[in-house]
């Protein structure tokens, strides 16, 4: 492993139990085949905060692929990772690093709620620093989320992009009001763009006008209303009603 300076800043380090559990099913999903086949599968976990509880959570999660997978999880403040090390197992550690990943090549980063807390500037030198350095095939999945995990969104972006591939939106649809909740918890690359004439702004509008339409589908259950605004809407996603059932829908990246 290379030895150097942890690239990036100490953030809040805010997290809660079960907060980013949306986004780690959508991982066990989406990079299955990428866990399943790959030679060293490393999964690093970075800015874990202030308790490492959402890396043992990913951990646990995603050992059901590969039993002999490794997760790492990274923070810069060394007090956090010093804290964290109780925490250890086989299969899991926790070191000093930043999006310069500890010298490591993983097949997944999952980096959620950090680059939220930087200047929009910043997104895109850590996103080519942590694609750079993915195995093959791998993939970088950043995005942020409300505390309590009931409204999130992340951008994946594949080993050696420059930007994202596709925009995920998940939400608890029970607690769901409107699709425009999403604004307040976009990727920092898009929060700042959400305004007219933007592709974003488009999509949420969208989203929005879709979700008043069909507010007489609420009768049958917020599931059945989510469903018929992303049909109503009618564009392209990349994934399909199963996962709109949970909650989720991923669009090309906009």
């Not at 993915?134 to 309590?148: S, V």
């Not at 591939?165 to 409107?178: E, F, H, Q, R, Y």
């Not at 929005?208 to 059945?224: I, L």
Request: aromatic share 8%; glycine share 8%; proline share 7%.
């Amino acid at each position: 492993m290379v030895s150097q300076r942890p690239l990036g800043d100490i953030t809040r380090g805010t997290t809660n139990p079960n907060r980013l559990r949306r986004v780690d099913r959508w991982i066990a999903w989406r990079c299955v085949n990428t866990l399943s086949e790959s030679r060293d599968p490393l999964v690093i976990d970075l800015g874990f905060g202030a308790t490492p509880i959402t890396t043992v959570e990913l951990y646990d999660r995603l050992k059901v692929i590969r039993p002999d997978m490794r997760v790492v999880g990274l923070e810069i403040d060394p007090e956090r990772v010093s804290a964290a090390k109780q925490y250890e197992k086989m299969g899991l550690a926790f070191e000093r690093g930043g999006f310069e990943l500890a010298g490591m090549r993983p097949t997944i980063v999952r980096a959620f709620n950090v680059l939220r807390q930087y200047d929009e500037s910043a997104v895109a030198p850590a996103w080519s620093s942590m694609t750079s350095r993915l195995a093959d095939k791998g993939f970088l999945i950043e995005g942020t989320c409300d505390e309590l995990g009931r409204v999130c969104t992340w951008a994946a972006l594949p080993a050696g992009a420059s930007e994202p591939v596709s925009l995920t939106l998940a939400a608890k649809l029970s607690t769901l009001d409107s699709p425009a909740v999403f604004a307040e918890r976009l990727p920092k690359a898009l929060i700042h763009h959400n305004v007219p004439g933007e592709p974003v702004h488009e999509l949420l509008s969208g989203l929005e006008e879709a979700w008043r339409h069909n507010a007489s589908v609420g009768v049958f259950g917020p599931r059945q209303r989510w469903l018929a605004t992303i049909q109503r809407l009618g564009r392209p996603t990349l994934d399909g009603p199963s996962r709109w059932r949970l909650g989720e829908v991923t669009y090309p990246w906009p």
